[in-house]
């Protein structure tokens, strides 16, 4: 038999190893306990309990004594290599089986033979088909005192004598063994203790026999899409992740600390994480083996108390909770019950749905995949505005695939140490964009704030951001602000024009484009020849030459000039329609553009706009859409008869110097481009 490498010293905390694709794997279940555990007697009350219909029962001695000529004892006689073979012979016929009947595989085999007069262990009965094949192993964990009684008493087998020390160190190694051989091919181990074994043993593998990572998917998405429509009014919703978001605690701890066990969890996910479906799904595995359902939901109970919420997220979430088309979900890899808890003591419980699992009975896990495929699936088949809040690794897909993005930052102390160079790299891979809300608010920032600009979860600012009215696009204008009155003069008086109009228009791109593009795309860090002779740091527009300017002609040119001046090194593209914005403006040697800003001197109808954007939307599904503009007539941000019919939102950022009731319809003198160019006689 060929060496497996089993290190007793390997950590049976260890990260997992992914196993390879195969979409036509059966469930094969291993069950597996020392001889006197009760593998046997388990084995025939599941047959009874179960029936064949849906399960596949298999033995592996007696398969092989079925399948090897002169039976069990010829099969002794067999050299190792010999005998590997017919295991894996074995092994790839009960597959064939279950695959061929449809069935779930329930396997009794040994792992491990071990004599109380040797010093080690003989090799794992263990071969790389077993590997392949097997998706999870239930693993009878019976005291050791247990199964030398059952040993002693039973009248069908004779075994030898062995003390209870190394029954106990036969079952420690046993498992530690199977533990990281499970580790290392993606298996689901399970260790049960005798307590209602049985009974525990059923509920495992008729969820084994139906969960997996697709229909995992299925049901997080029913579940919001029933909380989706028991509230019709929805337009807007804030997916939040929970432990070090909205509390600097993390829950997982905490529940292994009262447990006992701290550092569980720190140490099964590994320094180098895989943030898979298997993964979390056997994190579920060990609260379900450490606790019964009563112990699980008076530990729970008892972490709930001891959270405290940040102030800012409880108010920030109790004003969404007014807001009647705006949706809370909390979709967090963390423990329901925990977070339930927590809301039902805030009195939020019955306008938050938490989304989340710990255990079986909760049919679901949450991965970094299921985040980032929730949010892309309320976008396109809930047309919702979504907005999404996290602050570690785990929650960049939701964050790169939501319509604004939050990433919370607490203590550095507690705070994920991998969260900067992962998020950096997503802001560069993937156009991530993203805000920083600092929680409590003198805690260090992360990255810079240029690229990662700082935000105010209670300031009103933000506010109004978050819930508006999601039926017109998002607005940014500065009517009121002093400057703003100053650049818009010179726009309006009747004696300004030509020349002079159009650097008006261009020094109001400027202003914008300085003051609220940076702000909303972000910065970059650039090397530049200080004027004493170094190097030195200076700023640029972040993926400057990743963003498109277009002047909508021939009104917007002049404005457009401005917010060109102020972005040297952007695409500026003239376009009197929608069609001369062609795929090239959208994608260029260096890849896809990031952000196109639409530039016009007036907003009327809007109409116009809408055309550009549902043009560019055709080209580039993801990019950013940013339209600057002089002025704004008001009805144009008050209704929804330009919402986007694809997504039933507009799904643009406006950038205005200011808003006005005013209808600009003008002709002759009052029409802004004859004004600009000195064209005023034409009607």
Partial sequence: MADISLDLGHDEHAAFTEPSANGNKPTIVGLYGLPGSGKTTMFEKLKGSLGEERFAFFEGSALISELCPGGLAGFKQLSEPAQKCWRECVTKCIKMTCVQGGKTGIVTGHFMFWSGSQSEPNQPVWTDEDAKAYTHILYLDIPAKVVAQRRQNDKDRVRPDESLEHIERWRLTEKKKLRALCRGNGILFVALPELHILDRVIKFLEDFRSHDESNNLVRVKERVDRFVTDQEQLKTM????????????????????LKGESGTLEGFFGTSPKYSYTTFRQATLLYEQATTDQEFGVLCGEIAEKVTMYPEMLSFLKRAAKEKHVGIVILTCG?????????????????VKVIAGGRIADELVVTPAVKGALVTHLKDAHNMYVWAFGDSPLDLEMLSKADQAIVVVGDKRTRSTTMDEQLAKAMETRGLHARQALLPSNVTPRLDTTELPLVQLTEEGFLESVFVQRNAPQVIHTTDKKAAKLLATSMRDARV??????????????YLALEYLTDLIGLEEVTIRHVL???TTAYQLRCEKQTTIVALMRGGEPMASGVSDAFPLA??????????????????????????????????TGKTIVKFVE???????????IVVAGVVQDKFLAGDRFADEKTGKLDFTLVALRVSPTKFTGSGSNDTGNRLFNTTHLK
């Avoid at 804030?238 to 600390?257: H, I, K, P, Q, S």
């Avoid at 423990?335 to 306008?351: C, G, I, P, S």
């Avoid at 055709?618 to 859409?625: E, F, K, M, Q, V």
């Fill in 533 to 535: 002779g170094s190097d």
């Fill in 238 to 257: 804030l997916v939040m992740d929970a432990d070090r978001t909205l509390t600097a605690e993390d829950t997982g701890g905490m529940f292994w600390t």
């Fill in 335 to 351: 423990l329901r019950r925990v977070w339930e808890e927590v809301l039902k003591r805030e009195n939020l419980d019955h306008v």
């Fill in 497 to 510: 024009g030509g020349p002079a109009l159009r650097r008006a228009h261009a020094r109001v791109g400027g």
């Fill in 615 to 625: 043009h560019i939307r055709n080209l580039s599904a993801d990019i950013r859409i």
């Fill in 571 to 604: 695409m500026y593209v003239h376009a009197n329609e929608p069609g001369n914005v062609k795929q090239h403006h959208l994608k260029t040697p260096l890849g896809k553009q990031q952000t196109i800003i639409l530039v016009d001197s007036v907003v009327n």
